[in-house]
């Protein structure tokens, strides 16, 4: 073979050679745009995230969704992403025992009843997230919310905590540093051993939202908390009230405030309504 052929065979097999490493680069490039494609996609579907929960036909080895529904919230404090928004939908006409899930960032809850209409309101308890041997006491809330909005849509949320013994900072939710705003539409609170919302003085602020529903202390005892209870007095809140029923109860008597008030900014004469 001359040593133009061979130089010419050299030539032919970079050239194809090049072609194929050309082929699987673009092969290569298509993947990544895939891939890069599908992440906006899959941020985009776990930006709100939706739960049921059936507290009589549910499992928590279930994936959550409506046709097979978590049995509690426990696996839904493992799969909340925090700052995006979560809705848990429990079935109605139940009782619904919480476990609580502990310290969250998320932006945005939703707490809804879930086939009320055929069922009625599902009721919501929370149980002891943990128990003080030493002092018999059990801390008991269901979130720790930073900064985050929480709106309840048609449940009934029961405040009393049975045959526990709720430690002082206990509460639906117990507040950090920052704020939260609690929304509700259609819903019944039955005032008990812990409040709806618990904060720290000077560390935080309360938003009320509240409509169409009522604050019932009927079987209230001595020892009922109140909606909102604050360590002290300088924590600000505003209450906004449309369509409220209290049943022996007072608004007055469901925030803390002030001597004068002056701490509460509402729509309404708190003193009145």
């Avoid at 945005?108 to 069922?119: K, S, T």
């Avoid at 005032?191 to 009522?214: K, M, Q, T």
């Avoid at 209230?220 to 409220?244: F, H, I, P, W, Y």
Wanted: glycine share 8%.
């Amino acid at each position: 073979m001359s040593l133009e052929q061979t130089i010419a065979d050299l030539v032919a097999a970079s050239n194809n050679l090049t072609g194929i490493i050309n082929g699987k680069v673009e092969e290569i490039d298509q993947k990544v745009d895939q891939a890069t494609s599908s992440v906006p996609q899959k941020v985009s579907s776990m930006s709100f995230q939706t739960f049921f929960i059936d507290a009589v036909s549910g499992d928590d080895s279930n994936d959550g969704t409506s046709v097979s529904p978590f049995k509690t919230t426990a696996p839904v404090a493992d799969k909340i992403i925090p700052s995006f928004s979560t809705r848990i939908n429990f079935r109605g006409g139940q009782t619904h025992n919480l476990v609580g899930m502990g310290y969250s960032t998320v932006g945005y809850v939703e707490i809804m009843g879930w086939d009320h209409e055929a069922l009625g309101r599902p009721t919501l308890k929370l149980t002891s997230l943990s128990h003080h041997a030493e002092t018999g006491e059990d801390t008991i809330y269901f979130l720790n919310p930073s900064g985050c909005s929480v709106y309840f849509n048609k449940v009934i949320v029961d405040l009393d905590c049975g045959e526990l013994t709720p430690t002082g900072l206990s509460g639906f939710f117990r507040r950090s540093a920052g704020g939260v705003d609690i929304l509700a539409s259609a819903c019944d609170f039955i005032l008990g051993d812990i409040p709806l919302a618990h904060g720290y003085a000077g560390w935080c602020r309360a938003d009320f939202n509240i409509r169409e529903g009522v604050v019932d202390a009927t079987n209230a005892s001595a020892n009922s908390k109140m909606l909102l209870v604050t360590s002290g007095e300088d924590s600000t809140s505003r209450v906004e009230l449309r369509q409220m029923t209290f049943t022996n109860t007072t608004a007055a008597a469901q925030f803390s405030a002030k001597t004068d008030g002056s701490n509460i900014f509402s729509n309404v004469d708190i003193n009145a309504y």
